[in-house]
């Protein structure tokens, strides 16, 4: 059975426990780690926010003893020889539970982590036996032990990465990624603090929130439709497209980085309940081989995509402009219109990409099954990835 043969509406959530929104982290921390009956916590943040501002030394300060550990060895797109690291670090200083502080390098970087430790597994040739299986009904996890250690989340970005088990831990040798469902690997908590928020540089987070955006156009465009997932992610597309040029104006706007974090809540929280399409998963091709962000990525393929659908998804998109009060123009136009608001890519091109380099990529998209697997126009050789790839470069 394929995904377009399913006839079920099915809900998939992550295992998120809890949200809290307008939370002050240092604030709230030290109630909620007493209310979980946690007493070791192992934090995990990137090394900006580590070393260029206060927020993780008054996190620290604010709990204590209670903090084991800090650590901000995570890496861009996450390298497995940090995770293990990570792992052991967390298993030697017998960590009751993780406060990952970051984006979603970090919080992809924890699930991995919790894979590892629950597994007991910390090196390469144990840990790809439970990656995902590939069955006739859709990815599987691999793993199936139950959790040994959690995740509470503080997000610094808006990419949604909080609201999914899933992880694309990198290969350094390789530079390929591969894609891990980790059972109950969803934050026992997400806390929201936009004063947090506001301290990520405002390009790295108006990128997250272009990643933010497609994650909701790809659930709103999926091959099945899903009625909550569409409804919510209607309102989340209109929160990222109406909020994101009035971040970019004053990335210190707590009222606008609540809304984008609002958009990022009603993204996530039924992400995983429809397949995504090709931009999706092919950021997670030209990532790390073009040694380019996620987030810069998803501008560019975000926008080639809406371009191939035209003329295959109008209902969808027809929704999505009547949301937005522009039912006249194109989807692809709406998101060209925003990009260059934000003097974001838009292009290959301007991602320093050359057609070389996206030739020599095609096998391994085709060899990552979500690259092909769910698109409403399908996307199923190299021709077709190729012709893909051709509408996002530059006229």
Known sequence: MTAQQIKETRSRFSGVDQVLLEARASEVLPRELRLM?????????????????????????????????????????????????AAKLAKKLNADVLLGVGGGSVIDFCKMVQLCISEDCFEKKEVFQYKNQWTDDGPVSGSKAAPAIRQIIIPTTLATAEWTSGGTPVDEETRLKTLFYVPQSGPELILYDEEVLSQTPPHLLLSTAVRGLDHAINTRCAVV???????????????????????KQNSQDLKVLRNCQLAAWY???????????????????????????????ACVLMLA????????????????????GRPKETLHGILLDLLKRLDMS????????????????I?????????????????????????????????
């Open 37 to 85: 009956g946690y007493e070791r916590v192992l934090i995990v943040c990137s090394k900006t926010l580590n070393t260029k501002t206060d927020v993780i030394r008054k996190i620290e300060k604010s709990l204590g003893e209670t903090v084991v550990g800090t650590t901000d060895e995570v890496g861009e797109h996450a390298p497995w020889s940090n995770i293990f690291a």
């Open 225 to 247: 439709q899903h009625p909550m997932a569409n409804t919510l992610t209607e309102e989340a597309i209109k929160l990222f497209i109406e909020n994101m040029p009035l971040l």
């Open 346 to 361: 838009t292009t290959l091109n301007e991602l320093g990409v050359e057609p070389a380099l996206v030739e020599e990529m």
């Open 305 to 324: 995509q809406a371009k191939w659908l035209e003329g295959y998804t109008d209902e969808p998109h027809n929704a999505i402009k009547a949301k937005l």
């Open 267 to 297: 993204t996530g929280i039924c992400q995983q309940s429809v397949m995504h399409g090709f931009s999706h998963f092919m950021v997670h091709v030209l990532g790390p081989y073009a040694n380019v962000s996620h987030t810069d990525a």
């Open 363 to 395: 096998q391994p998209a085709l060899d990552y099954e979500l690259v092909t697997t769910n698109n409403v126009r399908p996307i199923k050789t190299a021709a077709d990835i190729r012709a893909v790839m051709n509408l996002a470069w530059a006229d």
